[in-house]
């Protein structure tokens, strides 16, 4: 069987590496742990050794060519290849699969994002044994930037889950095992990458505790995101909650049974009574208690970010009052409208046409600057973002081309938009690539923020809620109108507070007079 061999991690942050030179060539036949090639990495000079037995029917690269780390160095030809002689080496063939003759091979968790390393497992959607369909979701893993579904790259049935839900799974590094569909050979072949013992050991033992702790009401739960959300929302400790589902997975009514202190609702009567005093107990010994939570993934990042924001910009904060009520009577008379069509018109893409029609008078505001503050970038897109409160933390997706979109356009992906980062599936490009940014506080609460800036951007504008307040017309007559405080922070290397008044003066004529708005739009 012919199988490509994948560079490895060479060494911390290397990513890439020039070929010195070829210590094989097409049509040799290499042995486990033979070197076959030096690489030049900008520390050192390495020589990488071959994982299994077999003959090199391709080098990917010349002497002189750059090598990506994960990316195949080599194709081999395994067929007829001694397995290894250790359990180190390669994982040991099931009994069934000698049996039978299939082919095992190791799901390899694929590039889910750039920069991306690492992931948590947050929910297996398939267990040991379940018979997979090509491109067929199996799980759900977070990173440091989004919540992302993998789906299974052949069809076939599930041998192995190498990792636990809950644990930390490595990009590059085996995810499942499977024996592929419609595969049967004489000779059993297991097609892999090498894992240790120990590790499967390690791995095997964690799904094993997980799955017969769970019941008992001690360890990690088995439950949703949602259902963890909400006993975060209660301040619930999911491990004492007894589960009724299978394996003891608790679903929201258990929850829902805990903290009223009754017992959930699949729980037989005879066992509630124990259940209940137990908990109890628990929770009397646990008063005037603590617990720690690790910061991962979203949080982990935004944490990172709002610091290096907040300790290399300088940030000043400019506030005004926007009159809404002319905007508002026009969106009430359109939206009706607009729903027949399945477009949902609401304020925002208002708000933001009106930014971008004048960011063109002020291209100050959507630009960066660089690391040092020597130079300054312009950008001609638009690319305006909108801070979204999802389940897995704060995202901050972004409109690309606001100034090429009409208002109707920019609702219609708006829509889109905010609907899968609240379920933190956004993609890492619609992520990346911001230029300004919108934070909707108001849609919460709060009519007064002080934003901090979504770096390396140099403003970001967070918009209050709409209130209706009593002010003075032309005449001298107190009438109501529909207000919103706006609050601006700005990167004072850069934009200063005469600037950023003139352009909030300008955005904020458009939203009080639709019309100079849709005038401008040409």
Not at 130 to 146: G, H, I, N, R, Y
Not at 187 to 203: D, H, I, M, R
Not at 376 to 402: E, M, Q, R, W
Not at 421 to 446: C, Q
Request: glycine letters at 8%.
């Amino acid at each position: 069987m012919k199988k490509d061999f994948i560079l490895p991690d060479i060494g911390e942050g290397i990513v890439e590496c020039e070929i010195v030179e070829w210590l094989v060539k097409e049509g040799d036949r290499i042995s486990e742990d033979q070197p076959v090639c030096d690489v030049m990495t900008d520390k050192a000079l390495v020589q990488i050794p071959a994982v299994y037995d077999g003959v090199v029917t391709k080098l990917y690269y010349a002497k002189g060519d750059i090598a990506k780390v994960h990316a195949p160095l080599f194709e081999m030809d395994t067929e007829g290849a001694a397995p290894a002689a250790t359990p180190a080496s390669a994982p040991a063939q099931t009994p069934a699969a000698v049996a039978t003759g299939k082919q095992l091979e190791d799901f390899i968790l694929p590039d889910i994002g750039e920069g991306i390393v690492e992931c948590e497992i947050v929910e297996w959607l398939i267990k040991e044994g379940d018979v997979l369909a090509e491109d067929q979701p199996v799980c759900d893993v977070m990173t440091d930037k989004a919540l992302v579904q993998i789906p299974a790259k052949y069809a076939g049935k599930v041998v192995k889950l190498h990792y636990a839900k809950g644990e930390i799974a490595k990009v590059h590094s085996p995810l499942f095992q499977q024996e592929i569909a419609g595969t049967s050979t004489s000779a059993p072949a297991v097609v892999a990458t090498p894992v240790s013992a120990p590790l499967c050991a390690a791995k095997a033992a964690s799904v094993a505790a997980a799955s017969t702790s769970a019941p008992a009401g001690n360890g990690k739960a088995l439950a949703s995101p949602a259902v963890r959300r909400l006993a975060r929302e209660l301040s619930i400790d999911l491990s004492l909650v007894p589960g009724s589902g299978d394996k003891g997975r608790v679903y929201k009514d258990d929850v829902k049974a805990y903290a009223n202190g009754g017992a959930a609702s699949g729980v037989a009567k005879t066992a509630a009574t124990p259940v209940k005093a137990t908990v109890a107990a628990t929770v009397a010994t646990s008063t005037g208690g603590s617990r720690v939570e690790p910061i991962k993934g979203i949080k982990a990042a935004m944490a990172r970010q709002m610091q290096d924001s907040v300790s290399t910009i300088p940030h000043f904060t400019y506030c005004e009052e926007i009159d809404l009520t002319e905007l508002i009577a026009l969106r009430g008379q359109l939206k009706d409208q607009y729903a027949k069509q399945g477009i949902k018109l609401t304020l925002m893409p208002f708000f933001m046409k009106a930014m971008s029609l004048a960011i063109k008078q002020f291209p100050i505001m959507n630009s960066q600057v660089n690391s040092d503050c020597s130079e300054l970038t312009y950008f001609d897109d638009h690319n305006i973002g909108i801070a979204v409160d999802s389940k897995v933390g704060l995202l901050v997706p972004n409109i690309k081309g606001c100034q090429n979109k009409s208002i109707v356009q920019i609702a219609q992906e708006l829509t889109k938009l905010t609907d899968a980062a609240r379920e933190g599936r956004v993609s890492p490009a619609e992520l990346k690539g911001g230029t300004i940014t919108i934070s909707n506080i108001g849609a919460i609460g709060g009519t007064v923020a002080t934003p901090i800036i979504n770096k390396p951007e140099v403003a970001i504008v967070a918009l209050g809620k709409t209130q209706l307040l009593p002010r003075f017309n032309a005449k001298g007559e107190v009438e109501g109108r529909s207000l919103m405080q706006i609050s601006w922070s700005g990167d004072h290397r850069v934009i200063d507070g005469g600037t950023i008044a003139r352009f909030t003066n300008l955005w904020k004529s458009y939203l009080e007079q639709p019309s100079s708005m849709l005038l401008s739009m040409v």
